[in-house]
């Protein structure tokens, strides 16, 4: 036998039973559950056995007084007759557990396993003239125990998250191989509920697994089908017959299975989760224990198949979780980098950039100006795709898309061919979604894009959707503020002059930079304006604050000046009256202004020039040779107090000298270590020009790199130069 023995010493045996006949073993052994042998001689002849010998290897017909070897001849080829010839000649006893024997024969064999103990059995002199087996059939016992461990294996693979397939695959080849008369198929619910999907069943014809992958879950529908439908077990010992099987039973055949025992798979919470069907070749009705098998592994497949549902689903949420946060990432980084645009139409520009291809490979958007449609921006992944944007027939079907949008104000998708007329599929079009830009209750455009590959999916149509919403609000609040910087830079506009005149003997340059985006009106200001008898008045300025109150006050004080210049023939007075026009007329608190203001005469060498110098910075001369000097004349803030005591000075220009006014956005910018520029480097600026005699032109460009240079971009301040120069 193939299991290790116990060998035990020299037996002996009662007086009385030496001598016994096989009616005596009969009445010990006759209905014994135990498997009950005596045999004679050195060949073993059968002297007595119980039935339980005779159904275990003869088939349950008696055969006394016949060599075991002859009656169970498969014995001999597994040493099991060597083992009884040994205690025969030796004397001494053997005990075997477990022991494996194939019997049956080679045309259906089977595999036992048994507990034995063979013993001598002595004559009256105790001579060894026979054997005495007694054996107990473990066959089931075995198997369990090898079910056992395989189901602590498939447990084991299920906790470490194998995947399903092997778990089932190995479940199926685990139970064929301890039973080889069966075969194990496992059967899945469907997404859909309503069908099966193959599992595993690895014994099973690929064509037979194919044929019954989708099978529907309904009565009538092979084993497995129904008993899915009923939630039953479902049993067809003999599919040929059994009306259930009606439509497959060709099927059946041609993959060689004659019966099918199925047995739904619950979950715990009672839900259906697929079948476990045991397949045998021949009809066949099964015992209890092969309904127990089925039930047991049946219980495993739900745990393997729950953990595989759980594991899926965990890893869905977190797919979803991760593209939920790039989404968002996404749509805050693209609506970021839109709402950074300053101007509408760089905004809705940025917009159609970002969509392409993170969306899709086209993109195109339209608004509505002026009564009329126009495409604002576009953005393709390619050169090609791009020409395929301006293709004709495209535009129209865009274009119709567009204007349905903006008459509905509801997105629009569709795929190419959808429609009659619809969008050309033969330009390789897949489909497209037009979605309307909106805010405030106002369509004012639509977002459009263009698939060319695979169609656009309803997690598309979504991002577009929600990007479309931010984009709008940014761009309106982008047009809000193109049209406030345009307006504070007309305003801005009609406080200074529109042009320079043109002043004998000397020509004028000026520049005005507004701080930050230009969207308040400033508060620098100059101005140069003819006076009778030949004589010219030139001013800048700088209002306190900013806004609406600066405005006001730089029109009340370039209005004033020119009035009181052309009735008063002396600076000091005209900066008199204006001092009076903003005491009188404050429109606010601390409504205050800084100011230079001068009145120039022709002489018959040079320009003469009386300067009147209010809290301002202080003017800067230019002499031909490339010396610097500036006016200190001290002065008061005007709009302070209703004495304002200007004082003026005399200024001599000769060709080649320059006068230079500027407004402390100037002398103020401030590097980004928070060094003010000031008046010293202003002076170095203009001195360091080699040029002997820079026009005022080039004096202006120099400050004005001076200051970009030190200061970089940023202006805190209004910036406003004017220089004239002598020629």
């Known amino acids: 036998m193939s299991i290790q023995s116990d060998r035990l010493g020299p037996t002996t045996t009662h007086p009385a039973l030496l001598h016994s006949h096989s009616e005596v073993y009969t009445d010990l052994f006759g209905q014994a559950p135990v498997i009950f042998a005596a045999l004679s001689g050195p060949r073993h002849v059968l002297q007595a056995a119980n039935p339980a010998f ?83 059939e473990t066959t089931a016992h075995h198997h369990a125990q090898l079910l056992a461990a395989e189901q602590r294996v498939l447990l084991e693979q299920i906790a470490r998250d194998a995947p399903l397939g092997e778990i089932l695959g190995g479940m199926a080849r685990a139970i064929e191989e301890l039973s080889p008369d069966m075969i194990v198929s496992v059967l899945l619910v469907d997404s859909d509920g309503r069908h099966l999907r193959h599992g595993a069943a690895p014994r099973l014809p ?133 709402a950074c645009e300053p101007h509408y139409s760089d905004c809705l520009e940025r917009l159609s950039r970002l969509t392409v291809p993170a969306l899709a490979p086209l993109c195109a958007v339209h608004v509505v100006e002026h009564g009329q449609i126009r495409r604002i921006a576009v953005a393709a992944a390619s050169r090609a795709e791009e020409d395929l944007l301006d293709r004709p027939e495209l535009r129209v079907e865009i274009d119709d898309a567009v204007s349905r949008v903006l008459a509905r104000g509801a997105t629009e998708t569709g795929r190419a061919g959808s429609r009659p007329g619809g969008l050309p599929a033969r330009l390789g079009i897949t489909g497209y979604v037009c979605v309307p830009l909106a805010t405030h209750g106002r369509i004012f455009g639509a977002l459009t894009l263009v698939a060319t590959e695979q169609p656009l999916d309803d997690h598309t149509v979504a991002l577009a959707e929600e990007l479309a919403r931010r984009a709008a609000s940014s761009a309106d609040n982008a047009r809000q503020f193109t049209d406030r910087v345009r307006l504070a830079r007309d305003l801005q506009a009609g406080l200074l002059p529109p042009e320079l005149p043109e002043i004998p003997g000397a020509v004028l340059a ?191 460009e120099s400050v004005s790199a001076a200051v970009a240079a030190f200061a970089g971009d940023a202006t805190h301040d209004d910036q406003a130069v004017l220089v004239l120069t002598a020629c």
């Open 206 to 338: 690929d064509f037979y697994n194919e044929a019954v992958d989708g099978i529907a879950i309904r009565d009538g529908t092979g084993s497995c089908g129904t008993a899915a439908y009923l939630q039953v077990p479902v049993i067809a010992s003999d599919i040929a017959t059994d009306p259930r099987w009606e439509g497959y039973q060709d099927l059946a055949e041609r993959a060689g299975v004659a019966a099918c025992w199925s047995t739904p798979i619950h979950g715990l919470d009672g839900r259906l989760l697929g079948t476990f069907a045991i397949y045998h070749r021949t009809p066949r009705t099964p015992e209890d224990k092969d309904l127990a098998l089925s039930a047991a592994f049946a219980r495993i497949a739900a745990l393997a198949i729950e953990r595989h549902h759980a594991v899926e689903t965990s890893r869905a949420a977190q797919a979803r979780e991760k593209a939920a946060r790039e989404d968002l990432a996404f749509v805050l980084e693209a609506s970021t980098a839109i």
């Open 54 to 136: 005779f159904d275990a290897f003869t088939g349950g017909r008696p055969a006394i007084g016949r060599p075991v070897g002859e009656l169970v001849p498969e014995l001999a080829q597994q040493g099991f007759l060597e083992r009884l010839d040994e205690v025969y000649r030796t004397g001494t006893a053997y005990r075997n557990r477990g022991g494996r024997l194939v019997l049956g024969g080679p045309v259906a064999s089977r595999e036992e396993f048994f507990d034995v103990t063979c013993e001598p059995r002595r004559d009256a002199v105790g001579r060894v003239d026979g054997l005495v087996v007694i054996a107990v």
């Open 510 to 700: 000026a520049s005005y930079h507004p701080a930050g985006e230009g969207l308040d009106v400033g508060g620098d200001f100059y101005d140069v304006f003819p006076l009778p008898d030949d004589r010219w008045a030139l001013m800048i300025g700088d209002v306190c604050g900013r806004g609406a109150l600066a405005a006001t006050t730089t029109g009340m004080v370039r209005h004033s000046a020119r009035t009181a210049a052309r009735l008063l023939n002396d600076p000091a007075a005209v900066v008199a009256a204006i001092n009076d026009a903003l005491t009188d007329h404050a429109v606010g608190d601390d409504c205050f202004v800084s100011l230079v203001y001068g009145e120039l005469r022709h002489t018959s060498s040079h320009l003469a020039l009386d300067l009147i110098r209010a809290g301002h910075v202080p003017p800067l001369v230019r002499r031909a040779d490339g010396t610097v000097e500036e006016l200190t004349q001290p002065g008061l803030l005007l709009g302070v107090g209703p004495d304002c005591d200007p004082s003026s000075c005399s200024v001599e220009l000769y060709s080649g000298d320059s006068l230079i006014l500027v407004t402390d956005g100037i002398t103020e910018a401030r590097s980004r270590s928070g060094e003010l520029f000031g008046e010293e480097r202003l002076a170095d600026a203009l001195g360091g020009l080699r040029t002997s005699s820079p026009t005022a032109g080039r004096l202006l």
